[in-house]
């Protein structure tokens, strides 16, 4: 009996599994992640590729992020890169780890950094729910924001999973998520992934710079 249950088991993950992979192709999930990574992958590429070619034939960045740190506190650059990553994410994040690889502590300020994109991501989130109950802002945000709110509907927590991980404007995404009432718990669960992202994204600044 019990061996009967586990293969009826299997075999509904299987389903389900088959179930969503058929509604994601459909969908065309796939070939917007793919479509989404091959926009991205260029111009990450060269964003790296020329921050090594000024670090090492222009401006020296040892010397220039020393100078920032003396000129302004880490809590004034933290606060800045909180502004941005809860309203459209306006500065590339990539620059603030950048920032963080030349400070006394890389991780620590790597680690308060993926937190505070966290925590934008969750302020964009509650920002979405607030303009839902503004009915002259909601409808314009719903004409400028049309495509990330048909693909949260669409796809849900994997769109929060893809602008969690890819340079897809996380607060956008977030907004959309509150915008349609998407489960907060589930958004919190994905969002996670941002470490991720900052994580791995470290390895390869820190590397280079």
Known sequence: MSSNSNKKRKKSKKSRFRLLHQYYSYTGFYAFVQESLKKVFWPITIF?????????????????????????????????????ESFLGLIPPEIFIAWASKTASPILYLTALACLSYLGGIFSFLMGRYLY??????????????KHIKMIRKWGGFLIVVGALLPIPFSMTSIAAGLIHYKFRNYLLFGLLRFVRFYLYALVIFNVL
């Open 133 to 146: 109950k503004i009915p002259s802002v909601y409808n314009y945000i719903e004409v400028k924001m049309s």
């Open 48 to 84: 790296i590729l020329v921050l090594w070619l000024i670090h090492r034939f222009v401006l020296n960045f040892n010397d220039l992020f020393v100078t920032i740190t003396e000129t302004y506190s880490p809590l004034s650059i933290l606060s800045i890169f909180l502004a941005s």
